[in-house]
C-alpha cells in the first residue's frame, strides 16, 4: 500500500508530491493529461518553433516561493530569466509608470509627489521579506507565524480594500499601476484584501522580480516531476480519476482539483455546494514577426505589461465582469512577452506574445476585437505584426484544465471571505469529511498563482495525519 496518491499534476499537486516523498513517504502521482503542469504548461499554439504558456508565464509567486526555493529545481533545468523591467503599465500619452527592482526607480516613475508615499509604503518590509512571505503563504494553522508583528502591520495595511491604500497616491499614476496589480486576481478594487493583493505582487518584483523560465513554464513543472521521480515518486500521466476506486490502495489521497471536482469523485455530496467561482478570462496567444510596437520605451524593455488607461478604466473592467455579468467595452489587460529575455521561444526575430482579458464565468462570446483595439491604443501597429493567433475563451480553458471551472484561473472567486478562508470557513482547510482525503488546489490558502504553497501546506496536514496512524498503530 502506497502512504500517499496525489491527483493532478500542476504546481500544487506535484508540490505536495515532492514534499510527502522528501519526507520518506511512497508516493504515487495521477495525472488525466498527457503531460505534467496544470497551469504551467508550455506548447505550439500558433506555428511550428513558436513554444507559448497556455496559462500563466511570468512568476513573481514562484521565484519568491519558499516552498520552491527550498528544492533544488535548477539542477533539473530550471532557469528563470529576467527582463530589464518586471513589469510596466502604459499610458495612452506614451509615458508609462514601472515595477522595477529598484523601489527608488519604481518610486520615481509615479513622479514626486508620490515617490515618498511609494516608498514609505513598501520599503518597512523589504528586509523582513522572506519572512514575511513564508508567514503570509503558511497561514492558516500550518505554522507559527516567524514574525507576526511584521505580519500584523502587512496586514493592517493590505486587509482594507486597495482603494483604501491608494488614497495615500496623489496622482494617477501610481493608482493606475496599483490597480493593474490588484487586477492579476481579477477582484473588484473595492474587495477586501485587495491592497494585499497588490502589496505582495510589489514587493515580489522589488525582492526577486518577475522572470519567466527559459524555454516556458513547463521547465518549472517538469523540474518538479524529475525531482519526484528522483525521490523515489511513481508519475502517471494520461490517468483520468472519476472515483476514489480508480486510484491504488493509500493511506492519504491528495487533490490538486477544484472543491466541485473533488467532491463529485469522492462523493462529498453538497459539501462544497456552497463554493464560489470567479470570472473567467479570455485568452490570446500570438505569434509576431518582431516585438510588440509599444509607444513607451519602458514598455519594450519590460516582461509584463499592464493594459488600462486609468484607474477608473481598470475599476470599470473588473467590475463588469464580477458584479455586471458582462465583457468590458475597454478590458484590462495582463500582457507577457517572453522573447524580450528568452530567445528560445520563437524563430530567429520573431516573437510569441501573451495577452488575456477578464470576463464573465463561462461567457461565450469573442474578445479578440477589443483585446486588440486596447493594444492598439498602446502599440499601433500591433495587428500588422501578427503571424497567427490562437484563442481561447472561458470554455477552451475549462477543457484544457479542468480546474479552471468556467474559465476561473483562479480556481474560485477571491472575493468576500473567500479571499481569505477557502474552500470553506474552517481553520482546517485541506481536511475534507473523509480522514483520508485532502485537498491541495488554488482553492485552498494561499490561493491562486504558481508557488506550490497549496500544496506544500496541505502536506503538511497529510504528513502530521499518516504519523498519528503510525503513532497509533505502534501504541495497539
Request: with cysteine.
Amino acid at each position: 500500500m502506497l502512504d500517499a496518491v496525489v491527483v493532478g499534476a500542476g504546481p500544487n499537486g506535484l508540490t505536495a508530491a515532492v514534499e510527502l516523498a522528501r519526507r520518506g513517504f511512497s508516493v504515487a502521482l495521477f495525472e488525466a493529461r498527457g503531460t505534467v503542469g496544470g497551469g504551467a504548461r508550455t506548447e505550439e499554439l500558433t506555428l511550428p518553433g513558436f513554444r507559448h504558456d497556455p496559462c500563466s508565464a511570468a512568476h513573481p509567486l514562484a521565484i519568491n516561493s519558499p516552498a520552491f526555493r527550498a528544492m533544488p529545481l535548477e539542477r533539473y533545468g530550471l532557469e528563470w530569466l529576467h527582463a530589464e523591467l518586471p513589469m510596466a503599465h502604459p499610458f495612452p500619452d506614451g509615458s508609462a509608470a514601472v515595477l522595477s527592482r529598484s523601489v527608488a526607480e519604481t518610486a520615481a516613475s509615479f513622479g514626486p509627489r508620490d515617490a515618498g508615499a511609494y516608498r514609505r509604503l513598501v520599503e518597512p518590509f523589504l528586509p523582513r521579506w522572506d519572512t514575511l512571505v513564508r508567514d503570509f503563504m503558511s497561514l492558516p494553522r500550518t505554522a507559527l507565524p516567524r514574525d507576526p508583528v511584521t505580519l500584523a502591520r502587512f496586514g493592517l495595511a493590505g486587509l482594507p480594500p486597495s482603494t483604501w491604500l491608494t488614497r495615500r497616491f496623489r496622482d494617477e499614476r501610481a493608482k493606475t499601476l496599483f490597480a493593474g496589480l490588484v487586477g492579476h486576481v481579477m477582484a473588484p478594487l473595492s474587495g477586501l484584501a485587495t491592497g494585499a493583493v497588490g502589496l505582495v505582487f510589489a514587493l515580489a518584483a522589488h525582492a526577486r522580480g518577475w522572470p519567466v523560465a527559459r524555454g516556458g513554464s513547463q521547465s518549472l513543472s517538469d523540474a518538479l516531476a524529475a525531482y519526484l521521480v528522483d525521490l523515489g515518486g511513481a508519475v502517471h500521466t494520461d490517468y483520468e480519476v472519476k472515483r476514489l476506486d480508480d486510484l491504488p490502495p493509500a493511506r492519504a489521497y491528495v487533490f490538486d482539483t477544484s472543491p466541485t471536482a473533488l467532491g463529485r469523485i469522492a462523493g462529498f455530496g453538497n459539501y462544497y455546494e456552497g463554493y464560489r467561482y470567479g470570472p473567467g478570462v479570455f485568452k490570446i496567444d500570438y505569434a509576431l514577426d518582431g516585438p510588440v510596437p509599444w509607444t513607451a520605451k519602458e514598455a519594450r524593455a519590460a516582461g509584463t505589461v499592464q493594459i488600462g488607461a486609468d484607474s477608473a478604466e481598470i475599476g470599470a473592467a473588473l467590475r463588469a465582469v464580477s458584479r455586471e455579468n458582462r465583457a468590458p467595452d475597454r478590458p484590462f489587460m495582463i500582457t507577457v512577452q517572453p522573447g524580450v529575455v528568452d530567445p528560445t521561444r520563437a524563430p530567429a526575430g520573431r516573437q510569441v506574445f501573451w495577452a488575456y482579458g477578464h470576463v464573465p464565468n463561462g461567457w461565450t462570446g469573442d474578445l479578440t476585437e477589443a483585446m486588440e483595439r486596447q493594444l492598439e491604443r498602446f502599440a499601433p501597429g500591433f495587428r500588422d505584426r501578427v503571424l497567427a493567433r490562437v484563442t481561447a475563451g472561458p470554455a477552451e480553458l475549462a477543457a484544457h484544465n479542468a480546474n479552471y471551472v468556467g474559465g476561473d484561473i483562479a480556481t474560485g472567486a477571491v472575493s468576500g471571505l473567500q479571499t481569505l478562508l477557502r474552500p470553506k470557513l474552517t481553520a482546517f482547510p485541506y481536511v475534507t469529511p473523509h480522514p483520508a482525503v485532502f485537498l491541495c488546489s488554488s482553492a485552498t490558502p494561499p490561493g491562486p498563482g504558481v508557488h506550490g504553497m497549496s500544496g506544500h501546506n496541505a502536506a503538511k496536514a497529510v504528513w502530521r495525519s499518516l504519523r498519528r496512524q503510525s503513532s497509533l498503530r505502534r501504541q495497539r
